[in-house]
């Protein structure tokens, strides 16, 4: 009854914060929202001649969407691919280890895995850059010629990947653990092999949990400021040459490098790009939601 | 296909605990034996030694022989997985694979097996073993739902349907009627009986009157404490066990006069 009651008052209390920071977001961009086009870029002097403030925001949120969906499609399959070995393969021993050591992973302040971006990751990317562009550069996002140094997005999104590997290997280990011993062995007694019985009981088991884990890693990738701004040299097109710079920028590290030289109508405009990011991130949130409860019927819930 | 099982001087294992010590039987094919004993005395344990599911526990290991028409499971390069291909298991809880529809849970074990198998053949499989297990006339009409979706007497028959699909040599059964009503449990006894005119059946019991109405052959295991190995006490013929048993732990134990 009590803990009802808490469980309550703190589900409203999260709906009364979310609403709130929504307010105070939509407040102060509406000086940039209700400013006509032609005056907007004559009062901040970084938006282009003409544009209006979708025109600038559209670029940012491409480049936002395209760095964190980087960072997920390599991170992803490695974290699952570390996640079952550290939960069915690795001995005991082994398995602890790396767990404790994943833990410790995802607690490392992101300026650090900027710092390790910038100064150590990107001289080992740039002759992987120039292989990419000179043997499949016939593939559009692969057109060079490569970035010297490679401050672009796909070194951006690398950044990014390794940031979020230790979250969702982290969260994907304890769904995998926790894959009930009666579907488990109604695989094995059924002559499945252990990676047989990974697919049959553990990833089915494990699907919407995966799905979860992934989600929190791209909302930590949609709203990551430092790791980008130390390694990606922004522009604001929509491109998806990834490996040239000067192409993306993505929303968080754009309010970082702008907000100290903006005054007056610049702050609102960096603070309506803040609105939309809220705004992506709750949907990803609702995506992500409703893919889990859309298979809740055949989940390993019930 | 039922071919008999050879078990000689087993001990078994969990880690440094001695569980289940000096186990000799024979199980014949095409009969049902049953399994009985007091709770804790090991049978789950047997059971689960003879389709080498016990080793599947961390630590776990046995000592000595089990033979499949003379064919030690237990060798050198046998390989365990192909073990449990050809000796089925059902468990206390029914556990279908909840992901997956009905349809697919019947051939999953086939899919192991073989892995190309046409639209055609996978339906008559799904049929044949559906039927064998009493299950087809309830859900021919839903085989696209999932298999969590039956009730638990018929998750239980969609569970033996799964094992019996890949036409096993074995079939072993762990209490597979504790969680059913006594309507699933007739149905589920009655299929039993149908199924040991082509499979040799295990089934571990606590209820007495089942492993009289099932069994051919029924082995009293028992153990002599908390923290004792258990032990096979007597293995005969059902009707000589429960009318005239020669060990007195043995009429203790059916005639209730027993902890
Ligand atoms: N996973 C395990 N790890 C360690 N010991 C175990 C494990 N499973 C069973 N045991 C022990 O092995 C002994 C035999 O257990 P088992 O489950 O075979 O008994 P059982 O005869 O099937 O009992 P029940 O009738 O209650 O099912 C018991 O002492 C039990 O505590
Ligand atoms: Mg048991």
Redesign the interface.
């Known amino acids: 009854m009590i803990f009802s009651g808490a469980a309550k008052g703190a589900g409203v209390l999260i709906l009364a914060i979310l609403a709130a920071v929504a307010i105070f977001l939509l407040v102060n961009a509406w000086p940039a929202i209700s400013t006509p086009t032609d005056e907007l870029s004559e009062s901040v002097h970084w938006i282009k001649e003409g544009d209006s403030l979708l025109d600038y925001v559209g670029p940012l949120v491409f480049g936002t969407v395209l760095a964190a969906l980087i960072a997920l499609i390599i991170a992803t399959p490695v974290a699952i691919a570390v996640a079952l070995f550290i939960s069915h393969y690795a001995p005991?021993k082994l398995a602890q280890i790396f767990g404790y050591v994943i833990d410790l992973l995802a607690a490392i302040p992101s300026v650090v895995y900027g710092l390790w971006g910038a100064l150590w990751l990107m001289p080992q990317m740039f002759p992987v850059f120039e292989w990419l562009s000179e043997y499949l550069g016939f593939i559009p996002i692969f057109q060079g010629p490569a970035a010297s140094p490679p401050r672009t997005i796909l070194t951006a999104g690398i950044v990014l990947a390794v940031m979020i590997l230790p979250i969702i290997t982290a969260v994907s280990r304890e769904v995998f653990l926790q894959t009930p011993t009666?579907?488990r062995?109604?695989?094995?007694?059924?002559?499945?092999?252990r990676w047989?019985m990974i697919r049959?009981?553990v990833l089915?088991?494990g699907?919407s949990g995966i799905i979860s884990a992934a989600m929190l890693g791209l909302g930590r990738a949609l709203g990551e400021t430092m790791a980008v701004a130390m390694v990606l040299s922004p522009g604001f097109v929509y491109s998806f040459f990834i490996l040239q710079a000067g192409q993306q920028q993505n929303i968080a590290a754009n309010i970082a490098l702008k907000f100290p030289e903006s005054s007056g109508l610049g702050v609102n405009v960096l603070i309506f790009t803040g609105l939309v990011l809220f705004a992506i991130t709750l949907l990803v949130n609702m995506i992500a939601r409703w893919i889990v409860s859309r298979?809740a019927?055949?989940?390993?819930a019930? | 296909m039922a071919k008999r099982l050879d078990i000689s001087d087993l001990n078994i294992y969990y880690g440094d605990f001695l569980a289940v010590e000096g186990v000799s039987m024979a199980v014949e094919p095409r009969a049902v034996t049953a399994f009985i004993g007091p709770s804790g005395c090991g049978k789950s344990t047997v059971l689960r030694s003879l389709?080498r599911?016990h080793e599947?526990i961390?630590g776990a290991y046995i000592e000595g022989k089990i033979a499949l028409d003379g064919e030690d499971l237990y060798g050198r390069d046998v390989d365990p997985?192909?073990?449990?291909?050809?000796i089925?298991?059902v468990?206390q809880?029914p556990?279908?694979?909840?992901?997956?529809s009905i349809h697919a849970n019947v051939i999953?074990?086939m899919k192991?097996?073989n892995q190309r198998m046409s639209k055609a053949q996978a339906d008559e499989v799904v049929e044949t073993s559906l039927r064998g297990a009493n299950l087809w006339s309830e859900v021919k009409d839903r085989l696209n739902k999932?298999g969590?979706?039956l009730s638990g007497g018929q998750q239980q028959r969609l569970?033996i349907a799964?094992?019996i699909a890949?036409q096993p040599d074995v079939l072993l059964m762990d209490e597979p009627c504790s969680a059913l009503d006594p309507i699933s449990t007739l149905a589920i006894e009655d299929l039993i009986g149908k199924l040991k005119q082509d499979y040799t059946i295990v089934i571990v019991t606590h209820n007495m009157q089942q492993a009289a109405r099932v069994s051919d052959q029924t082995a009293f295991f028992n153990l002599a404490g908390v923290g004792q190995p258990g032990k096979l006490i007597e293995m005969d013929a059902t009707e000589k066990i429960f009318s005239n048993p020669n060990q007195k732990a043995t009429e203790d134990y059916i005639s209730g006069r027993f902890g």
């Open positions: 005991r009666l579907h062995e109604a695989a094995l007694a059924l002559g499945a092999t047989e049959m009981a089915p088991f699907r298979r019927e055949f989940s390993g019930n | 389709n599911m599947v961390p997985v192909r073990v449990r291909r050809s089925g298991m468990f809880r556990n279908p694979f909840p992901t997956m999953a074990g192991l097996n999932p969590s979706s569970c799964r094992a890949v």
